[in-house]
């Protein structure tokens, strides 16, 4: 099972979950919902995400030589005054396949 990791303000996506939402994109839209502590986020590919969810483009940081990547949130932790411990995040896998849903 593919696992989600928040450390030090970064989600860290790995290798083979960042291949098959983002393949070779190099950022992301993402979307922050507080009423239900969910971020969306899709690949830059899809033009729809931007318009429907009114998100904001990000970039995806290559993490290490294995190809896992990470997206830094820092800011979207401190303006939602969320919890900024390191952890284990729970996601699903939405619109056939292209955005992940992480509950924060």
Do not use: C
Request: aromatic share 8%; glycine share 4%.
């Amino acid at each position: 099972m593919t696992t989600l990791e928040l450390k030090s303000s970064h989600i860290i996506i790995p290798q083979q979950l960042n291949q098959e939402i983002f393949g070779e994109e190099s950022h992301a839209f993402l979307r922050y919902y507080p009423e239900r502590k969910s971020l969306l986020l899709a690949p830059v590919s899809q033009n729809w995400f931007k318009k429907m969810h009114e998100a904001a483009q990000f970039m995806l940081k290559d993490k290490n030589l294995q190809g896992d990547k990470s997206i830094a949130i820092h800011e979207i932790l401190i303006d939602n005054e969320l919890d900024e411990q390191n952890k284990t995040l729970s996601f699903e896998i939405q619109g056939n396949g292209k955005i992940l849903n992480i509950h924060l």
